[in-house]
């Protein structure tokens, strides 16, 4: 940004705290606040704060969009295929119509429409009820007959690739692009059921593989994991003359209340998106939704409020899933180390949909000046995939950090020293540092080093992720006569602890505790702001929080600047204060100078401005700030090569987000992160049934997941990475803190037994299987 | 284990029939002890305990999340006694008392569980914290000294997605303490 008169130049802290700080200096808006000196110069930001709605949560008052009741609301249910590839040839709805609970009927795949007739997954929606109660709409979706004309159809991915498997699009049929662009951009070729590839490409891979003293070379694969929100997707829509209100659960008010618009025709005035609670979402809530869009078009039919709740079956089958991938790795490295040259090929599906690539992480992570990779998306009958928890970057790792130990074991180097080597990174280089030292990496023993049965082992695997930002985010900040501060924006809290982070940053500014701010989100009527995927919502959200609160202070500061006799900007706010610089006996209270204001209420809004040293790149209302967020995960297991159970036993993570704002709030992030990716690397796993198409574990239960008596001991350790980008400097942990559990615990379990496992989950069958003690599935 | 004075038992008139006792499908009265609350409403015999808590009761701080008893999100005490109220029809409940989520506190002051979760950050998205509350106030009320493995028993038909498993674990045992104290 140039110093065109529109900036003041500012010197922000910089750097990692525990390396040193230094100073960078910064153009800042002349609107924006001063630069924020490093948490322990701070009262509140950097300090664990109980989370704003904890009390609601505990005591069961929080309202979750499962829980909205609207006068004369009626109950939506969804008619799904029970065929995994159809064509509709007739639907009879009349028996449903007549039933005395039915208020209206929705046909949404029409026979003889080639654009909805055709059906290519079980649980696909076919019609659609709402009804008086639950219980009378599901007795109408009994009612319902449909004609079905079965079509060949494939579940499994390899198959799904030879040349006469049957097909699951047809040109017209066929996603051409996926709004995570992972991987497939628009214009990619369809041959039979392969999109792809995307590719990618830097210097000369065959002269970078013709440098290599060694190559390693290895497959890795990676399951179907679902998101299993505690919460199930759910809307509750009410259609009016006057405009539509829709209480959905969603990861981004702003972002439906804009598909609802369009989707329906109606200005965006006209459409206001609730949220109170959300019950987790980590990217499978992203958007409308196909049942979102039921729900209102039954809405619009019945002239009644709609509400539709997923049960867990549809929630597995039908409402987003972690692709499952196939990749391969070439990797060419000197003997010192350097690598040479990287190849990926990848395949892999999200079912109907796209954006099964394997993300960015054999592209970024490492020092390497040639590249390739081709990625592929396979189409199956499948239900669609969606974003989850870092796509892409969760199953890219699996296969490059377990490349890079194997490349480190090949040049008999450690796997830290050759990460030293080959990653600029100075944060992962300090949080390997601090990480080696906690879990005690002297100690790892030769791989299958133990005598006993029960082998232990210990891994390390790194993560890369994006810094990203909305820019289309913003915020306002009140002050009422009587004292009381609001913070205002149509952002959610989906369990993160968004709400908390902003009433702590205006709190900070405003001199007052963090439970002295009212939090006001999840509601369109506020100004608009950020999603909350891509982890993106502290830092988007955060700066236009801390402006606008520095705005108003300065309103306020006006009123008791004349009270005090004293010029506006030799005053402070400070403990519910506000003071004369350097004479604090000349003072007032926070409320004492509300009492003073000549309206009921002063307000400021604030929007994300650019970061202050730029960004990397700008995509419409998103961007990629100038740094990326590292972290670090050592595991520690047991393998009991007997039985083929691994215990992972201890996990250290030392993350990377900036400046953190509620230590408290993040640690719990990361636990979520880690015991996500522990469930991916040892038990989850979608099962389709290949003669039915039907997923044979859609529930809790069946579809293992891990539990308290699988939670190992986890140590989170934060750095406090300040690069003066934005009034607070803050990036998001969600998607980093998932990245290298499951890669850490394939090293660690490596480094227990000496045998290599490339094929999630690690179920005790697999590792009996690497082991030779059973024959292997496959 | 279906309470004598439950509905389901009390169609006598059937009984005398010779037929099997026969509920419904009409909705039939029921008393149920709420969290100190003698209520009497018509329940359809179908309807499980969480579904009238929620829906007739209007007691949503129990959550539904699969109903089918693998998750305990709808977790409630029968007599003290920590169980899925998705797992149970409304007519079986019978004279036993019900405490849900919203009666656990007395008035304004929190249980200490609460006030421990609260503290230690044992809850993210809230969608299972209702459930994890109950059962380990449950816990706290036979094994008010419980170790870490305790709770985690206690806990592990729970299902958190968000992962606050640890800091579960820690706000129990604090709050062991604190009751103590």
């Known amino acids: 940004m140039a110093a065109d008169g529109t900036t003041r130049t500012e010197k922000f802290p910089s750097g990692i705290l525990s390396v040193g700080l230094g100073e960078v200096e910064r153009q800042v808006p002349l609107d924006e606040p001063p630069p924020l000196p490093p948490n322990a110069e701070l009262a509140v930001i950097g300090k664990p704060a109980p989370r704003q709605d904890g009390r609601a949560k505990v005591t069961g008052a929080t309202r979750f969009t499962v829980d909205t009741n609207l006068p004369g609301m009626l109950h939506g249910r969804i008619l799904r295929a029970t065929l995994p590839h159809a064509e509709i040839r007739a639907i009879d709805i009349s028996a449903a119509a007549r039933h005395p ?30 009804a008086v109660s639950m219980a009378a709409a599901e007795e109408a979706l009994r009612l319902i007959r449909v004609d079905y004309k079965s079509l060949p159809f494939v579940v499994d991915m390899d198959k799904a690739r030879e040349p006469a498997a049957p097909l699951v699009h047809d040109a017209a049929s066929a996603p051409v692009g996926h709004p995570s662009g992972f991987p497939a951009p628009h214009g990619l070729p369809l041959n039979g059921n392969v999109r792809g590839p995307a590719t990618d490409s830097r210097g000369d891979v065959a002269q970078g593989f013709a440098q290599a003293d060694t190559v390693v070379e290895g497959e890795y694969r990676t399951q179907v994991q679902t998101h299993c929100c505690l919460e199930p997707h759910a809307i509750v829509a009410d259609w009016r003359a006057d405009g539509l209100t829709v209480h959905i659960s969603t990861q981004f008010t702003a972002g439906v209340r804009h598909e609802l618009a369009e989707a329906f025709g109606l200005p965006l005035n006209r459409v206001r998106v609730i949220v109170d609670g959300m019950g987790g979402g980590f990217g499978s809530k992203s958007t409308l939704g196909d049942y979102g869009r039921i729900a209102v078009g039954l809405s619009r039919q019945a002239h009644a409020p709609v509400c539709i709740i997923l049960d867990r079956q549809e929630e597995q089958m039908t409402a987003g899933n972690r692709p499952g991938t196939w990749q391969r790795l070439r990797i060419g490295a000197r ?23 394997v993300g960015f992480v054999a592209q970024g992570l490492y020092d390497c000046p040639n590249f390739e990779s081709a990625q592929h998306d396979v189409f199956i009958n499948a239900g669609p995939g969606c974003a989850m928890r870092a796509p892409g970057n969760t199953p890219g790792a699996w296969g490059m950090e377990q490349a890079i130990d194997e490349l480190a074991e090949r040049l008999a180097i450690d796997p830290l020293a050759l990460r030293d080597r080959i990653d600029s990174s100075p944060v992962r280089r300090e949080e390997r540092r601090i990480g080696a030292e906690r879990i005690g990496w002297r100690r790892r023993h030769a791989p299958g080093a133990d005598s006993g049965s029960v082998k232990r082992g210990i891994g390390v695997a790194q993560s890369y992720w994006m810094a990203n930002v909305q820019i289309n985010s913003s915020c306002e900040v009140r002050v009422m006569r009587d004292g009381a501060v609001e913070v205002l924006s149509s952002v959610q809290d989906i369990g993160t602890g968004t709400g908390t982070v902003m009433a702590q940053v205006v709190a900070e500014v405003l001199g007052l505790r963090p439970e002295e701010i009212t939090v006001r989100i999840g509601d369109t009527d506020f100004p608009a702001g950020p999603p909350s995927y891509g982890s993106r919502a502290t830092a988007s959200i955060t700066p236009p929080a801390r402006t606008a609160a520095w705005r108003v202070l300065q309103l306020l500061f006006r009123e008791a600047a004349f009270a005090l006799n004293a010029a506006s900007a030799d005053l402070v706010a400070r403990e519910g204060r506000i003071l004369v610089r350097d004479q604090p006996a000349r003072s007032m209270s926070f409320g004492e100078a509300a009492s003073r204001l000549r309206t009921d209420r002063i307000s400021a809004v604030a929007s994300r401005s650019e970061d202050y040293g730029g960004y990397l790149r700008s995509m419409g209302d998103a961007a990629l700030a100038k740094q990326y967020l590292g972290g670090v995960q050592f595991a520690e297991v047991a393998v009991d090569t007997e039985t083929g159970i691994v215990r992972v036993e201890r996990v250290v993570a030392v993350q990377d987000c900036g400046r953190p704002i509620n230590p408290l709030q993040t640690e719990s992030q990361v636990h979520g992160g880690i015991l996500m990716g522990l469930s991916y690397a040892l038990f989850e796993d979608r099962i389709l049934d290949q003669l039915t198409g039907r997923m044979v574990n859609p529930n809790l239960e069946q579809y293992k997941l891990a539990g308290p008596c699988e939670t190992p001991a986890i140590e989170v350790m934060l750095l406090e990475n300040y690069q003066g980008n934005s009034a607070t400097d803050a990036y998001g942990i969600a998607e980093p803190a998932n990245i290298a559990t499951a890669p850490a615990i394939g090293n660690a379990v490596y480094n227990a037994i000496g045998v290599r496992l490339r094929t999630l989950p690690m179920t005790p069958a697999v590792i009996l299987a690497a082991l030779g003690k059973i024959p292997s599935r496959s | 284990m279906i309470d004598a004075t439950s509905a389901l038992m009390g169609q006598a008139e059937a009984a005398e029939s010779g037929g099997p006792p026969v509920a419904g499908p009409a909705p039939v009265p029921i008393t149920l002890k709420i969290n100190g609350i003698t209520r009497t409403l018509q329940v359809e015999p179908r309807m499980t305990l969480a579904e009238v808590l929620r829906g007739l009761l209007g007691l949503t701080g129990t959550k539904i999340a699969c109903n089918r008893g693998a998750c305990s999100a709808c977790t409630v005490w029968l007599d ?7 797992m149970m029809l409304a007519i079986e409940v019978g004279a036993r008392n019900v405490t849900t989520i919203e009666g656990l506190a007395s008035g304004s002051q929190l249980h200490p569980v609460q006030a421990a979760f609260i503290e230690h950050d044992a809850l993210q998205c809230g969608f299972c914290t209702p459930g994890l509350v109950m059962s380990c106030a449950a816990l706290l009320e036979h094994t008010p000294d419980p170790t870490p493995g305790d709770v985690q028993a206690a806990i592990s038909g729970h299902f958190c997605r968000c992962g606050t498993y640890p800091h579960v674990v820690s706000a129990t045992l604090a709050a062991a303490k604190a009751r103590k104290a």
């Open chain 2, 80 to 86: 003290g006694v920590a169980v899925c109220s998705c």
């Open chain 1, 335 to 357: 003997r010192d180390g350097s690598l040479t040259a990287i190849s990926l090929l990848s395949y892999g599906t999200a079912g109907v949909a796209l954006g099964a690539g």
């Open chain 1, 101 to 130: 609970g039915v208020r209206t009927v929705l046909v949404l795949a029409r026979p003889g429409d080639s654009a909805t007739a055709v059906v290519r997954y079980f649980g696909a929606p076919v019609a659609a009820v709402a």
